[in-house]
């Protein structure tokens, strides 16, 4: 008998509720960060912070097919992806793939030219906050997750800790810059945000045109 049949209906959906709101709150979250992250990556000149929110832009319209995945799987446990969430995935594919192609452009062009940024301060700041945010939620989805005997929720814990993955790089990148003012490592930690954006696009269009869920079910 598998785990999910000892929780009572009222903990089953209480746990669900749980997983609807992480994925509010992720969204939210990734709008605010998105933000944040665009507005002072351009106005310190700094390719990996703007990069870095871009992705969290693309972070929102994950989190969408997320809230509506988790509606569906409360209804139906068994049931596979529906239109909308192929849908989104294919939209935050293709977003991924045109985050990449813009990032690797620009990367190339600044490294060539010998441009940097005025400061990375604020990409260590930002940085800091998502890798301590992104561990509570991966934390948040996993519990949630493992109580349910949930495959499609752990899956998007297992993405949540992507997300750290490139805020490592961003503070790696940041800080580096920022005590000894070596050139092109923001060009350079920008192409290493670029390739997990290219990992999560490919995944995405793979996981829209699957119902087999592996190490995430969407992208972060």
Not at 95 to 111: H, K
Not at 179 to 189: K, M
Not at 191 to 213: H, M, Q, T, V, W
Request: glycine residues 8%; proline residues 1%.
């Amino acid at each position: 008998m598998d785990t999910i049949s000892f929780i009572n209906t009222d903990n089953k959906v209480k746990l669900y509720k749980a997983a609807f709101w992480l994925a509010l709150f992720t969204i939210g979250y990734n709008t605010i960060e998105g933000l944040v992250s665009t507005y002072l990556g351009y106005e310190d000149e700094s390719l990996s912070l703007f990069g870095f929110g871009a992705d969290s832009f693309i972070e929102v319209i994950s989190g969408i097919g997320i809230a509506h995945m988790v509606l569906r799987i409360q209804r139906s446990a068994n049931s596979t992806r529906d239109t909308f969430e192929r849908t989104a995935l294919r939209i935050t594919g293709f977003a991924f793939y045109t985050l990449v192609v813009g990032l690797t452009i620009t990367s190339i062009y600044n490294i060539w030219t010998g441009h940097k940024p005025e400061t990375t301060f604020w990409g260590v700041v930002i940085s800091v906050i998502s890798i301590a945010v992104m561990w509570a939620l991966v934390y948040a989805k996993e519990h949630v997750g493992n109580k349910l005997n949930s495959d499609a929720i752990l899956a998007d814990a297992g993405c949540t800790r992507v997300c750290i993955y490139m805020s490592v790089i961003l503070l790696v990148a940041s800080g580096i810059y920022e005590l000894t003012g070596v050139p092109y490592i923001d060009s350079i930690g920008t192409l290493g945000i670029a390739y997990f954006a290219f990992k999560e696009g490919r995944e995405c269009f793979e996981k829209a045109s699957s119902d087999n869920l592996c190490g995430s079910d969407c992208c972060c």
